[in-house]
């Protein structure tokens, strides 16, 4: 999600003034997503165990422009891992990916502004079609020729955050949708039938979020952020403004 005030975080750059209306930064993102629970796209929740179960972890190369410390567009490349746990017919089933490339991009706007305190909204899109590197029925390792995966993520979210001193904690809530996709013969050996791919999506689309930013200087922003309910992850940034 990041703290509201990132699009006027870190206030100066250094080349451009800070009074230029348009700036540039470039940083670093990685994020752990340890649990995120599943089901079956369109089924019942109480139909699927808990033991269905998404975990993820990505590092990403960001660049953003903001305007007029108000505004912020950001697109994000790098590589993540992808491994999912779930029950297949009577089986338990094991797939990880491997660290293949993932892509993401989005904006902030910074609504309102008053005495310290910062209200903002954010909307973001991730994608990514990872390679499978193995699979497992039962502990038992299976084929993975003829398997594909496929997962992508949108989020909107709105946050509140208060400045004290060099230090920003923030709260806020996003609502997100999740879906994963795999194909694999596994599927129809157990289930029958000519469909060999299923798709999940996550359980619960909301999540509550608690972080905080730290400017140490005026042109370097470090934000760390931790999410629970909808999925249980941490995430870490880092930039620079030019």
């Not at 005495?115 to 990514?128: D, E």
């Not at 795999?182 to 157990?190: A, H, Q």
């Not at 470090?222 to 999410?227: F, G, P």
Request: charged letters at 15%; aromatic letters at 12%; glycine letters at 10%.
């Amino acid at each position: 999600m990041g703290n509201p005030y990132l699009p006027e975080y870190p206030e100066t750059g250094i080349f451009l003034p800070s009074d230029f209306p348009v700036g540039v930064k470039a940083g670093y993102q990685g994020g752990l997503v340890y649990e995120r629970l599943m089901k079956i796209k369109g089924s019942s929740i109480s139909t699927i165990p808990k033991r269905e179960n998404l975990v993820y972890h990505q590092n990403l190369a960001m660049v953003s422009m903001v305007l007029y410390d108000r505004v912020e567009l950001y697109t994000g490349l790098g590589a993540g891992q992808f491994y999912k746990e779930g029950p297949v017919d009577l089986s338990i089933m094991h797939t990880m990916s491997h660290d293949n490339f993932v892509w993401e991009a989005g904006g902030r706007v910074l609504l309102i502004f008053w005495k310290g305190t910062a209200f903002g909204a954010s909307a973001g899109y991730q994608g990514a079609s990872p390679n499978m590197a193995w699979n497992t029925l039962n502990e038992a390792p299976t084929t993975t020729s003829h398997s594909k995966l496929n997962y992508s993520q949108w989020q909107v979210a709105l946050s509140l955050s208060h400045k004290l001193g060099f230090f920003s904690p923030y709260i806020g809530g996003t609502y997100s949708y999740v879906k994963y996709k795999i194909s694999s013969p596994v599927y129809t050996d157990l289930l029958g039938g000519d469909d060999h791919t299923k798709t999940y999506e996550n359980k619960q689309k909301i999540s509550l979020v608690v972080g905080a930013s730290i400017t140490a200087t005026e042109v370097i922003n470090l934000d760390i952020e931790a999410k629970t309910f909808g999925e249980k992850s941490v995430t870490v940034a880092g930039c620079i403004r030019f």
